[in-house]
């Protein structure tokens, strides 16, 4: 199993529409998760953090389910300039390496 | 947030050649590099970690006589593909890890793109 899994997509959506992300993870020990931004041939951004209650910034949204090793990611009112590919992370242990899911893509028209 | 550089941005090479790829904390100190690969479609994955002054630990897999990481100061860390072949043809990124002031965080490079013909 991988150590962190992502429906890759794409995700084709309208502008204005809201689209959902999932993730999941293997490790239960993971302490630290975080959604990045990933545009064509560039390097991973981060989008934002995660938390276990929960966070939202803008419109964009993100749960943890520890229970479940879940991790979600809401966008809402979807923009032209969100078409990316959005990675879930997972840091086992502060100080250790980063460990990314392979990635959803997303494409949104106008 | 912190800034962390790669260079080259991009690289041509030919087969049986080396390549070295150079990542640099600009405005902070990197007590740890993170070394990561990239192929299309695919997600990123952990080469090795390296800790200023001390031998890299690279993940299972990753030959360390074929990638050969150097992190000899707290700014600086390099990746040399060693006899690159073109199945060595991928993103190479790298992140940095230290205290920028506002915390331990990992902040990537924007990557090196090498084409092995």
């Known amino acids: 199993r991988k150590e962190v899994e992502q429906d890759p997509g794409p995700f084709n959506v309208p502008e204005g529409a809201t689209v959902a992300f999932n993730c999941t993870y293997s ?12 545009d064509c041939r560039k390097e991973p951004k981060l989008l934002m953090s995660v938390y276990s209650s929960g966070n939202e910034d803008g419109r964009f949204t993100a749960q943890l389910n520890r229970a ?36 959803t893509t997303l494409s949104v028209s106008s | 947030g912190a800034v962390v550089s790669q260079h080259p941005s991009r ?5 049986g050649t ?8 600009l ?10 690969r990239q192929f299309p479609k695919q997600s990123l994955m952990l080469m090795a970690t390296s800790n200023e002054g001390s031998k890299a630990t690279y993940e299972q897999g990753v030959e360390k006589d074929k990638f050969l990481i150097n992190h000899a100061s707290l700014t600086l860390s390099t990746l040399t593909v ?36």
């Open chain 2, 82 to 117: 060693t006899s690159a072949h073109p199945e060595d043809s991928s993103f190479y990124i790298c992140s940095a890890r230290g205290d920028t002031g506002t915390g331990y965080e990992q902040y990537f490079g924007p990557g090196t793109r090498l084409t092995v013909t």
């Open chain 1, 68 to 103: 479940s090793q879940y991790i979600s990611l809401l966008i809402r009112d979807s923009k032209l300039s969100d078409s990316a590919t959005y990675l879930c992370v997972v840091n086992a242990q502060a100080g250790t390496a980063l460990i990314f899911g392979k990635g």
């Open chain 2, 11 to 15: 690289v041509i090479c030919k087969s």
């Open chain 2, 27 to 36: 405005d902070f100190q990197a007590t740890t590099m993170f070394w990561y």
């Open chain 2, 18 to 25: 080396s390549v070295k790829i150079e990542c640099r904390s």
């Open chain 1, 27 to 38: 490790n239960s020990a993971s302490q630290s998760f975080f959604w990045y931004r990933q």
